[in-house]
C-alpha cells in the first residue's frame, strides 16, 4: 500500500525556519518525481515544489523561490522542503504528492500544519 | 505562468442530480488535467487524468471531457458521498497551477 506521511509543521515565527519531511513507503521511491502543495486555511490548493526522482530537475513556485529548497533522499525513501525567511502567508498544511506515471498526483500524504505567527 | 478558472464556485445540488464542473486554461494545455476531490480535513484524491482518463478505483458516474482549454467534470447521478469541493489542475507546465475549486453542496 501506498503511504506518504508528512511532520515536521508546527509554529514559527516570521523570519523563521522549518524543515518538513515525508516519509514514503509501499513503492518504489527513486522512481517517482515528487510535489510538495499546500493549502492555507479556507482556501485552495497552490502548488509549490516539484523534484525529479534523481533530483536532477527542480522547480519552485514563485511565491517561494529563494526561500524553501526542495531535496529528497533515496535512499531513506524521504522528501523534504527547507523552508527559510517564513511569512505570514507561508501558514498552509503541506502536502507531499506523488507525481505518477500518469503525470498527475496519484496519491497524497495527510499534510502536516504550518503556522507561521508572532 | 497558465492560469485555471473554475466555474461555478459553489453548485448546489440534490442526490441524483447530473452536475457539470467547469474548468478553463488562459492557454491551451493539451489535455493535461486532472480532476481532484478534497473532503474537509482531508487530502485531494484524484479521480480523473488526462482530461478524460478515470483513475482506478473510481466509480463510473464520474467522467472528464475537454481538450485544449476548456475542461468539464461530469457527475451522471449525485451521490451523498460526491458533496465535497472538486479542483482542476493543469500539468502541460511544471507550475502545476489549481484552479480554485468547485464546493458541491446539498440544496
Known amino acids: 500500500e501506498v503511504q506518504l506521511v508528512e511532520s515536521g509543521g508546527g509554529l514559527v515565527q516570521p523570519g523563521g525556519s522549518l524543515r518538513l519531511s515525508c516519509a514514503a513507503s509501499g513503492f518504489t521511491f527513486s522512481s517517482y518525481s515528487m510535489n510538495w502543495v499546500r493549502q492555507a486555511p479556507g482556501k485552495g490548493l497552490e502548488w509549490v515544489s516539484y523534484?525529479?526522482?534523481?533530483?536532477?530537475?527542480?522547480y519552485y513556485a514563485d511565491s517561494v523561490k529563494g526561500r524553501f529548497t526542495i531535496s529528497r533522499d533515496n535512499a531513506k525513501n524521504s522528501l523534504y522542503l527547507q523552508m527559510n525567511s517564513l511569512r505570514d502567508e507561508d501558514t498552509a498544511v503541506y502536502y507531499c504528492?506523488?507525481?505518477?506515471?500518469?503525470?498527475?498526483?496519484?496519491?497524497w500524504g495527510q499534510g502536516t500544519l504550518v503556522t507561521v505567527s508572532s | 505562468d497558465i492560469q485555471m478558472t473554475q466555474s461555478p464556485s459553489t453548485l448546489s445540488a440534490s442526490v441524483g442530480d447530473r452536475v457539470t464542473i467547469t474548468c478553463r486554461a488562459s492557454q491551451s494545455i493539451s489535455s493535461w488535467l486532472a480532476w481532484y476531490q478534497q473532503k474537509p480535513g482531508k487530502a485531494p484524491k484524484l479521480l480523473i487524468y488526462k482530461a478524460s482518463s478515470l483513475e482506478s478505483g473510481v466509480p463510473s458516474r464520474f467522467s472528464g471531457s475537454g481538450s485544449g482549454t476548456e475542461f468539464t467534470l461530469t457527475i451522471s447521478s449525485l451521490q451523498p458521498d460526491d458533496f465535497a469541493t472538486y479542483y482542476c489542475q493543469q500539468y502541460n507546465s511544471y507550475q502545476g497551477t489549481f484552479g480554485q475549486g468547485t464546493k458541491v453542496e446539498i440544496k
Open positions: 504528492a506523488r507525481e505518477g506515471i500518469v503525470g498527475a498526483n496519484d496519491y
Open positions: 523534484i525529479s526522482s534523481s533530483s536532477s530537475t527542480i
